[in-house]
């Protein structure tokens, strides 16, 4: 039986019980509920690419930018990380499995990489490292993805055997760097990743591109790109 002097206090306890508990659930429902991006865009096929099979390796990115959040920096290189806009993955995922898609149907090829496809035929192998993949905002008017991209492109033909001493197993070695704008439009950030989707386009393209050529051993003559 509780006594007369402590049901005072169990009703207190149980009325603070309830208020931290309706303080909780308030705090919860008022927590905003993530956006979430993609970098996928559509490529459009190319007529003389030959090349049947790729392979598509992760890429390199700077620890400061890989990471689902989409983060921000000013001129002086500070950074601001948007919490609530989000890649769907992380940065460099994004990066490899669109990449991945656009070289895809740019050459009309299939990526090895995930598929669990067996060796056999003539087949490129991409190793891309992004030393900048940056959403800069420098003032109202200056805001652009800032993107210094390296690439190598390996053939490997299975028919080509060592002893052979042959150099068709070529290495192929480019870069490039270039500033994408981005349209400025009631500071949405869909604009961010519009600019974003663009740049990747561009290096699709790219490196699609060095891959055809390589293929057909033709000379690299790409705006903006430097291969050796």
């Given at each position: 039986?509780?006594?007369?002097?402590?049901?005072?206090?169990?009703?207190?306890?149980?009325?603070?019980?309830?208020?931290?508990?309706?303080?909780?659930?308030?705090?919860?429902?008022?927590?905003?509920?993530?956006?979430?991006?993609?970098?996928?865009?559509?490529?459009?096929?190319?007529?003389?690419?030959?090349?049947?099979?790729?392979?598509?390796?992760?890429?390199?990115?700077?620890?400061?930018?890989?990471?689902?959040?989409?983060?921000?920096?000013?001129?002086?290189?500070?950074?601001?990380?948007?919490?609530?806009?989000?890649?769907?993955?992380?940065?460099?995922?994004?990066?490899?499995?669109?990449?991945?898609?656009?070289?895809?149907?740019?050459?009309?090829?299939?990526?090895?990489?995930?598929?669990?496809?067996?060796?056999?035929?003539?087949?490129?192998?991409?190793?891309?490292?992004?030393?900048?993949?940056?959403?800069?905002?420098?003032?109202?008017?200056?805001?652009?993805?800032?993107?210094?991209?390296a690439w190598i492109i390996k053939r490997n033909d299975p028919t080509i055997t060592l002893d052979q001493n042959s150099n068709?197993?070529?290495?192929?070695?480019?870069?490039?760097?270039?500033?994408?704008?981005?349209?400025?439009?009631?500071?949405?950030?869909?604009?961010?990743?519009?600019?974003?989707?663009?740049?990747?386009?561009?290096?699709v393209d790219a490196i699609a591109l060095s891959i055809v050529a390589s293929d057909s051993k033709t000379q690299i003559n790409?705006?903006?790109?430097?291969?050796?």
């Amino acid at each position: 039986m509780i006594s007369s002097t402590a049901k005072p206090l169990l009703v207190v306890s149980l009325k603070l019980s309830l208020l931290s508990m309706v303080l909780l659930l308030g705090a919860c429902s008022s927590t905003p509920t993530p956006n979430y991006y993609t970098l996928a865009s559509k490529a459009t096929p190319l007529a003389s690419s030959k090349v049947r099979v790729i392979e598509v390796l992760p890429v390199g990115l700077p620890d400061r930018i890989n990471r689902a959040p989409i983060v921000v920096q000013d001129a002086a290189g500070k950074s601001r990380i948007l919490e609530n806009e989000r890649w769907t993955s992380t940065l460099g995922a994004e990066l490899r499995d669109n990449l991945s898609a656009g070289l895809q149907q740019k050459l009309g090829a299939v990526d090895r990489y995930n598929s669990g496809m067996a060796g056999g035929k003539v087949s490129y192998r991409v190793a891309t490292d992004f030393s900048h993949f940056d959403v800069v905002t420098a003032d109202a008017a200056k805001k652009n993805v800032e993107v210094s991209v390296a690439w190598i492109i390996k053939r490997n033909d299975p028919t080509i055997t060592l002893d052979q001493n042959s150099n068709q197993n070529q290495q192929l070695a480019c870069r490039m760097s270039f500033s994408q704008p981005i349209q400025e439009h009631n500071d949405s950030i869909q604009n961010v990743v519009s600019a974003a989707s663009g740049s990747l386009s561009r290096v699709v393209d790219a490196i699609a591109l060095s891959i055809v050529a390589s293929d057909s051993k033709t000379q690299i003559n790409i705006n903006g790109v430097v291969c050796s």
